[in-house]
């Protein structure tokens, strides 16, 4: 699950733990829970009987509470005194008389208020088939916001059975994470819906959602497969539906345990988040539309694959996650990496035209090596006391960092020995919860290979290793080379310098492979069986930079249209980002650039496209910036001359994708072609809404709302306004921040202050709004902060009005981040602003480092 989570600190009870963990003197059984909702006052009810186990006599009991009014509290049915700390989020029992170890049971009854955003039990409002209002009722529990929902042991440790209720509406629904046992007419006309008992798991994974939805299924082996979405559209969750039908044996057979569920669903919410885009509660797997349904009116290959990708990462999860859990959010890459690594690996299994595998090099990884370069990286496995640090782990690191080092861990062991250690540590684990080093001890146990050592230096400290590659010589039928460990990085490192265990793998061009671990600076020799051209990393599964010397590199530019595709990806994003860090000129990188125009890759087009328009956009609204962004179309526009501008009938999905890029990034630098080409078909689209074909809609959209002029912009919002499909509405108000010009961008922001759409709309208007005019949307988020954070979620406030202004070139911009953040933001909370600053730092810095590099290729 992808979100961000800010809270309040947590200290609880007597017994608390250092980080400010609840004492396991007393631990839940079972819960056996009823709520009933109020959709249209946006309140609940609730009660509920837990089962706990007392480990050592105790006069008190402390768990988990949030934005509860709890009415009455009773151990084993006598009431007991109470008192609820808002601050730390917890509700306090003492107890009649001190408990005796043993079981006993705690009774509570609470009200509770349904929110606007994801958090708790919050409620999606979207236009209805008939042009109603209508309103979903959904639960969003991770990191830790159960105890919004009911009075809980709110920690992932404290796993428990769940039995739940909840009354709804006549004609409404309910679900939740298992089957429906009964359906019970009450008083009012209402329902009681009764589910089954779960099996023993977290609090954050419990379930329930509500509303006029219609259903459809499919059975799959012993489990039953479902769609759940809103009335109207069920037909768009078949995609999903026999995707998850083959992800499901796939899951089966790779982690050896069957999945435990009688039914699986899959529920499609018509609104969004600022920071996720699904949640993987067991056995009802929460989505937003985008991620699961397939509009076939406007779905592109692209669609697809965030769909199969996603719907992959979070069945993953059912495993990883649910089945096993992290013992506390140190270690929250155990779910997030590798869920991240599991979808594509699946995902390139079952689509191998997609060749998501080689996609990933050129997208996560790189994400993931950038964003590990700077001083304000962390570890995967990182210390958390903070609920603000919770959501802090849900970043870059945690999910792109944390796949990366998985696949460089089963490269060096194998395919099949990391499998049988997966296996190994799921048979030995289920229903429980872990650290990492117990999934490494069950790898080393399958593989024979000790694997702790060298992984610790990938997971417990943060950072990038660079391996340098010399003196590459042939003689007698053997290729010798040198090479050298040190960091790569953006910026000085914050810390003492850092080494790492390296597994090395070199190769020659269609020759034999060598491994070798690589420690420290010291030169060590490598040896290949074989002539020729030496590649290093070969298929990129090593999570380092490669850096060759004048001869290495000048032979690896000769030979680049001979390189393996992941090789030629690999080799582009090491470069650019060798010249970014100043270790070497970029230049370099302009002679792969220059090797790899003709390339009939669409990946390694898409690549050169992305690397292209980033460079441009370190020089927007300087006096280089022009010349820059001519280079820069220059270089982009023979890409989308290969491919045209129009789908056809024999494209590839990966053609497919590279002209969707293509447009984008065209569109978005102001191309007067598709500039031209985006209004004629809007024009077209106001009188044939299926104007646009599916396969460009998107960036053709997106083109048009950047060039819009004050006329189109009002046409827009017109559209946004009487769009009844909730996805394509959200999307049409999204796109009304994209403008380029001031004023239009100004107009935006004064509908992100009104009350004309939902609070999840305004937000992400104004996330777009920062896209183009950081500078703008950040003076008005500070100026105008109460409300601004009215409209998130709750756990979102310590990142989303500083990260606005990421995008800025102001040199003010990062004094003024800093600035706000320390007046308005707990220390421990800061985390967001100080990275956001580096990376405003980073981006200056290296524009005037690559300044004459650029400037000379711009000029030719």
């Known amino acids: 699950m992808k979100t961000f989570v800010a809270l309040l600190a947590l200290t609880v009870s007597s017994g608390a733990l250092a980080q400010g963990q609840l004492a396991h003197t007393v631990v839940p059984v079972a819960y056996t829970i009823k709520v009933e909702p109020n959709a249209t006052a946006m309140t609940f009810t609730g009660s509920e009987n837990v089962t706990v186990d007392v480990k050592s006599a105790t006069s008190t009991i ?23 700390d808002a601050a730390k989020q ?29 958090a708790g039990l919050f409620a999606i409002d979207y236009p209805g088939q008939n042009g109603q209002q209508d309103r979903m009722l959904v639960t969003q529990f991770e990191a830790p916001d159960a105890r919004r929902f009911a009075p809980m042991f709110d920690e992932p440790s404290f796993k428990a059975k769940f039995t739940l209720s909840a009354v709804a509406p006549a004609g409404q629904t309910a679900f939740s994470n298992m089957p429906t046992t009964s359906v019970t007419k009450i008083a009012g006309g209402k329902q009681l819906y009764s589910f089954a008992e779960t099996p023993v798991m977290s609090s954050y994974l419990l379930f329930l959602g509500m509303g006029d939805v219609e259903r459809k299924a499919v059975m799959a082996g012993k489990t039953e497969i479902g769609v759940i979405t809103r009335r109207g559209v069920v037909d768009q969750g078949d995609y999903a539906l026999d995707a998850a039908k083959k992800l499901l044996a796939y899951y089966n057979d790779y982690f050896g345990e069957p999945y435990p569920l009688p039914k699986m669903d899959m529920i499609a919410g018509p609104g969004s988040s600022q920071f996720f885009g699904a949640m993987e509660n067991w056995g009802a797997i929460f989505y937003f539309e985008p991620t699961l349904l ?11 694959q965030r769909i199969y990708t996603v719907v992959a990462h979070e069945m993953a999860h059912q495993w990883f996650g ?15 990496g590798f869920a991240s690594w599991m979808e594509n690996k699946a995902t390139s299994d079952l689509v191998p035209e997609w060749r998501m595998e080689d996609a990933a090099v050129g997208t996560e990884r790189e994400a993931a090596l950038l964003t590990d370069a700077t001083a304000a990286t962390h570890p995967i496995i990182r210390h958390v006391e903070t609920v603000d640090q919770i959501g802090e782990a849900f970043d870059t690191i945690t999910y792109q960092k944390g796949q ?3 696949g460089m861990l089963e490269s060096v062991v194998g395919p099949e020995k990391f499998r049988d250690g997966v296996r190994r540590y799921m048979a030995k684990y289920k229903y429980g919860n872990t650290e990492t080093d117990q999934l490494w001890a069950e790898v080393s146990a399958a593989s024979g290979t000790q694997v702790a050592d060298f992984m610790h230096d ?8 660079l391996v340098s590659v010399s003196n590459v010589a042939c003689s007698g039928g053997k290729t010798t080379a040198q090479l050298a460990q040190a960091r790569y990085g953006l910026d000085a490192p914050s810390k003492v310098a850092t080494t790492w265990r390296v597994p090395v793998t070199v190769t020659t061009l269609g020759g034999e492979t060598s491994a070798l671990t690589v420690r420290g600076p010291a030169a060590q020799p490598a040896n290949v069986a074989g002539c020729g051209t030496l590649i290093a990393n070969p298929g990129k599964a090593g999570y380092y930079r490669v850096r060759y010397d004048a001869p290495a590199h000048a032979a690896i530019v000769r030979d680049f249209a001979k390189l393996a595709p992941a090789d030629r990806l690999g080799t582009l994003g090491d470069d650019m980002a060798l010249g970014y860090s100043g270790d070497q000129d970029l230049a370099r990188y302009f002679e792969t650039l220059a090797a790899a125009r003709n390339d009939s890759d669409p990946l390694v087009g898409m690549m050169m496209a992305t690397q292209v328009a980033r460079l441009a956009s370190l020089y927007e609204g300087t006096p280089l910036g022009k010349q820059v962004q001519a280079k820069a179309l220059e270089t982009l526009k023979p890409v989308l001359d290969r491919v045209g501008m129009e789908p056809r009938a024999d494209d590839t999905p990966l053609v497919t994708n590279l002209r969707e890029t293509s447009l984008a990034l065209l569109g978005g630098s102001g191309d007067p072609r598709v500039a031209a080409a985006a209004r004629s078909y809007v ?18 959209l997106a083109t048009y709302a950047a060039n819009v002029t004050p006329a189109e912009w009002e046409s827009l919002l017109a559209m946004a306004r009487a769009e009844q499909q909730p996805v394509v509405r959200n999307g049409y108000i999204s796109l009304l921040g994209a403008a380029k010009d001031d004023a239009l961008a100004r107009r935006a922001l004064e509908l ?20 183009e005019h950081p500078d703008m949307a950040f003076d008005f988020a500070t100026a105008n902060a109460e409300l601004v954070n009215g409209l998130l979620e709750t756990s979102t406030r310590s990142s989303f009005i500083v990260q606005l202004g990421g995008r800025s070139n102001d040199p003010a911009m990062p004094a003024k981040i800093t600035e706000w953040a320390t007046k308005n933001l707990p220390e421990g909370s800061r985390g967001p602003a100080m990275r956001t600053v580096n990376a405003i730092t980073n981006r200056t810095a290296i524009a005037e480092r690559l300044r004459p590099a650029v400037t000379n290729w711009a000029g030719k």
């Open 62 to 84: 402390v768990l988990n509470a949030a934005d509860l009014d709890v009415s009455a509290a009773t151990f084993d049915g006598k009431p007991a005194k109470m008192a609820l």
């Open 90 to 118: 917890t509700v306090t029992l003492t107890l009649p008389k001190p408990a005796s170890a043993g079981r006993h049971t705690l009774g509570f009854a609470w009200s509770g208020k349904i929110n606007t955003s994801a």
């Open 294 to 304: 397939l509009d076939p009116t406007r779905g592109t290959v692209s669609n697809k």
């Open 322 to 336: 649910d089945l096993v859990t992290m013992k506390w959010w140190d270690d929250l890459w155990l779910n997030e």
């Open 404 to 406: 990366a080092v998985i």
């Open 458 to 465: 990938f997971t417990l400290q943060g950072g990038v290793p």
């Open 683 to 700: 024009t077209k689209m106001r009188s044939d809404p299926a104007a646009i074909p599916a396969a460009i809609r998107r960036p053709i």
């Open 752 to 771: 992100v202050k009104s009350s004309e759409f939902t609070a999840p709309q305004r937000a992400s208007l104004l996330s777009t709004i920062a896209g």
